[in-house]
C-alpha cells in the first residue's frame, strides 16, 4: 500500500518563508512527476508546482521566483521551498505523486493536505 505524507505547514508572518515535504512510501517501483496543488476556501484546487523524475520543473504565475521545488528520488522524497509568502498563499497544500506500483501499474496518490497560513 502506497501512502504519501506532508509535513512543514503552519503560520508564518507576511514575508516569511516554509518549507514543505512530501513522502511516498510502500512498494514502489518508480515515481514519475511530483507536485505540489493547494487550495483555499472557496476555490478550485490549483497546480502550485510540479517536478519530473529529471528535475524538470514547471511553475504556477503567481509563485515563480518565490517558490522552489526539488526533490530527492532515492528519497521519494519532494520539498516546497516557499519564500517571500503572501497572504494570498494561504491554503491547503496537498502533494501529488504519479508513481507505478508492481501490483496495482501506474496511478496518482494524494497526501492528506498540509495547511499553510500567511497572517500577520
Known amino acids: 500500500q502506497v501512502q504519501v505524507v506532508e509535513s512543514g505547514g503552519g503560520l508564518v508572518q507576511p514575508g516569511g518563508s516554509l518549507r514543505l515535504s512530501c513522502a511516498a512510501s510502500g512498494i514502489i517501483r518508480s515515481i514519475n512527476a511530483m507536485g505540489w496543488y493547494r487550495q483555499a476556501p472557496g476555490k478550485q484546487r490549483e497546480l502550485v508546482a510540479d517536478?519530473?523524475?529529471?528535475?524538470?520543473?514547471n511553475y504556477a504565475d503567481s509563485v515563480k521566483g518565490r517558490f522552489t521545488i526539488s526533490r530527492d528520488n532515492a528519497k521519494n522524497t519532494a520539498y516546497l521551498q516557499m519564500n517571500s509568502l503572501k497572504p494570498e498563499d494561504t491554503a491547503v497544500y496537498y502533494c501529488?505523486?504519479?508513481?507505478?506500483?508492481?501490483?496495482?501499474?501506474?496511478?496518482?496518490?494524494w497526501g492528506q493536505g498540509t495547511q499553510v497560513t500567511v497572517s500577520s
Open positions: 501529488n505523486a504519479d508513481l507505478w506500483t508492481y501490483s496495482r501499474g501506474r496511478e496518482d496518490y
Open positions: 517536478i519530473t523524475s529529471e528535475g524538470s520543473t
